[in-house]
């Protein structure tokens, strides 16, 4: 009878235990499939989407990345058309020295980059080489330079500066992520720049005012559409942009299509992101495609794209979304061929030799933002950006001349205002757990190393989310050995 009740109750226990381990294997196989193996909706692929699509695949090898992208074409700012032969880019076109994300990237995806021979040292060059249009006549920037080289050292020092600030950046930040840009701005205490305004900075910094309109704000309004109102940091991200400029042989579109094969990501063009539902567990992502609805569930979102263009409707999110509305600079891009510039059109003498390339000065250039030019055989090729339709001043602004490539974004490049009290705001890096917002750092610099910063982040962020969210998995080995201690010693008290 003993004998009958020690059996019954061992077979008891072994069945407790047996469904206790069921139970453990299934948490173990319901957790991996999601966690081992997440999928990641990015929206837009630009180098932003692409290159956070990259990160993503190094840091989760078995994540499944999907990119929605509204255009007809990847690449997003960055666009290059070929034209007789030769590659144009007409969108994001280089970066800068201390750009180390970019570079690296280059360089991890085996491409010819045309800065490989840059020593990586601070040493300023300056930026003012060009010819300024102020909208009655031409004016050679080597001359203010020459007239104010007090103000000139200023600047270099300053810019020097920033350049090696941006260096301890990367840096001091390692691996770290930064939830707001707050953050990111303390590594190399970068975050006074972005609440200043540059017209008062560099003036009660004893910057000359003619070199700042004639010069600066020219500068400004090609590397950023804008002029001296807005912010010191994208002020010295201008007058740092020559500073070991480079791009990739052969146009920067080659990256964007690397890293996309890099990532092995599925990339749906033509498919507009409408709505991201907060599930329970994750996302319900509803996009338009082909004239369908279609839905797609995702563990992680990235907004890889300005949140003003994208108009997603947020749902069932608590707190709701915070989507600080930011205004924009449109960009229009134009390749042109002509036999030359009619110089009437500049008010100027038509014998008249116009050296490197033209800048508007904003406000008084009636849009004109630059004119680069390169001679092939009897041609002459131009690239022309604006911040309107420029089609009609084209014609009266070249002799003989032929639009052969064109391109416009609403969204080229946003107002860089000073980010004081009361004033600008930064949109979150975070919009809600598992949300991510790349544009951000359109906040502060709006250039592709920008995108490449908060794409970075982005991966980073999901990657460690996804590494605690597994760390209760292994708590199941320690469980699972306690639970044959419990049973060896209750086997034990049974037989005694």
């Given at each position: ?12 226990l072994l069945?407790?235990?047996?469904s ?5 294997c299934k ?13 990641v ?5 630009g ?17 499944n990345?999907?990119?929605?992208e509204?255009?007809s ?11 007789d032969?030769?590659?144009?880019g007409i969108?994001?076109?280089a970066w ?12 991890e995806?085996?491409?010819d ?11 300023f060059?300056s ?14 920037t080597?001359e203010?330079v ?13 810019t ?5 600030r941006m260096e301890?950046n990367?840096a ?18 970068l975050g ?7 017209r008062?900075y560099y003036t009660?910094g004893s ?5 700042q309109d004639?010069?600066m ?12 109102e807005s912010?010191?940091f ?30 092995s ?6 498919s ?21 609805q ?7 979102v990235v ?6 263009a ?8 608590d707190?709701p979304?915070s ?9 229009y891009s134009?390749?042109?061929t ?7 059109y ?10 490197g390339?033209i800048?508007?000065?904003p406000?008084?250039a009636?849009?004109l933002?630059?004119?680069?030019s ?8 131009y ?6 339709n420029?089609?009609v ?7 003989n001349p032929?639009?052969?490539?064109e391109h416009h974004w ?14 600008a ?8 757990p ?5 544009g951000v ?6 250039q ?6 908060a794409a ?6 999901i ?5 605690n969210?597994s760390c209760?998995?292994?708590l199941?080995?320690?469980?699972q ?8 010693s209750?086997w034990?008290?049974?037989l005694?």
């Open positions: 009878m003993i004998a009958t009740k020690m059996f019954l109750s061992w077979i008891s069945c407790l235990c047996i206790l381990q069921n139970i453990l948490l173990t196989v319901d957790a991996t499939s999601s966690l081992g193996n997440p999928t909706v990015i929206v837009g692929s180098i932003g989407g692409t290159s956070c699509a990259y990160y993503l695949k190094k840091i989760l090898p078995d994540a990345v999907v990119i929605l509204t255009d074409r990847i690449g997003g700012r960055i666009y290059d058309v070929k034209i032969g030769e590659v144009f969108g994001g076109y800068a020295g201390y750009h180390g994300y970019i570079k690296e990237l280059v360089d995806m085996g491409l980059r045309t800065d490989r021979d840059f020593d990586g040292e601070p040493n060059v930026p003012f080489t060009f010819t300024a249009w102020n909208g009655t006549h031409l004016i050679d080597r203010i020459k007239a104010h080289e007090e103000s000139m050292e200023i600047l270099e020092n300053g020097v500066d920033f350049y090696v301890d990367y001091l930040r390692g691996y770290e992520t930064f939830s707001e840009m707050e953050k990111f701005l303390s590594y190399g205490a006074q720049w972005p609440t200043l305004e540059s008062q009660n910057v000359n005012l003619e070199l004639l010069a704000a020219p500068l400004q309004e090609f590397i950023n559409s804008q002029g001296l912010h010191v994208s002020m010295y991200t201008s007058l740092s942009a020559f500073m070991g400029t480079g791009r990739v042989v052969g146009g920067n579109l080659k990256l964007v299509d690397a890293l996309v094969e890099a990532a990501a599925e990339v749906f063009l033509n507009t992101v409408t709505t991201v539902e907060r599930l329970s567990n994750g996302f319900n992502v509803v996009y338009q495609r082909e004239n369908e279609r839905e797609m569930y995702a563990d992680y907004i890889a794209a300005p949140l003003e994208t108009e997603i409707n947020f749902q069932n999110f707190p979304v989507k600080p509305a930011r205004d924009w600079y449109a960009a134009y390749i042109v002509a036999e030359g510039y009619n110089m009437e500049f008010t100027e003498d038509p014998d008249r030799n116009v050296s390339f800048i508007g000065i406000g008084k009636s849009g933002a630059s004119i680069t390169i001679s092939m055989g009897d041609l002459i090729y690239k022309v950006t604006t911040t309107r420029f089609t001043d084209i014609e009266d602004m070249f002799i032929s639009v052969r490539a609403d969204f080229g490049h946003p107002v860089l205002e000073p980010h004081t009290a009361g004033g705001t930064y949109q979150d890096v975070v919009l809600s598992g949300l991510y917002n790349i750092m359109n906040d502060v610099m709006s592709m190393e920008g995108s490449v910063i970075r982040n982005a991966a980073l962020l990657g460690k989310e996804s590494l969210a209760s998995i292994c199941i080995p320690t469980i050995a306690k639970l044959i201690i419990i049973f060896t209750m034990k008290f049974i005694t």
